[in-house]
């Protein structure tokens, strides 16, 4: 089975940081796009950034210049660091993937963020 499982999660006051990881199982990790979503309650669910098999970055306006995506492929993991954060971050975050062939698409269960002002 294809696994996602979010960790990092929790409470922080505006400005800190936090880094979340996702780790990847039942899957050829270094085929698959890999990114970040996030909801908050009442919301959509939102793209927050995105790395490509090939290593090239994407980010949501709305945290460029303080979120940092990256990829271990050896390790099957996924990062996001994220700094400066503010009470707008606080939603659910979670890990997603896309086989780059088939199209298959992932989600893992979720982990909080909350930032408090």
């Known amino acids: 089975q294809v696994q996602l499982m979010e960790s990092g999660g929790g409470l922080v006051q505006a400005g800190g940081s936090l880094r979340l990881s996702c780790a990847a199982s039942g899957t050829i990790f270094s085929i698959n796009l890999m990114g970040w979503y996030r909801q908050a309650p009442g919301k959509q669910r939102e793209l927050v950034a995105v790395?490509?098999?090939?290593?090239?970055?994407n980010y949501a306006d709305s945290v460029k210049g303080r979120f940092t995506i990256s990829r271990d492929n050896l390790k099957k993991m996924l990062y996001l660091q994220m700094n400066s954060l503010k009470p707008e971050d606080t939603a659910v975050y979670y890990c997603?993937?896309?086989?780059?062939?088939?199209?298959?698409?992932?989600w893992g269960q979720g982990t909080q963020v909350t930032v408090s002002s």
């Open positions: 997603y993937r896309r086989n780059d062939y088939n199209n298959y698409e992932y």
């Open positions: 790395i490509t098999s090939g290593g090239n970055t």
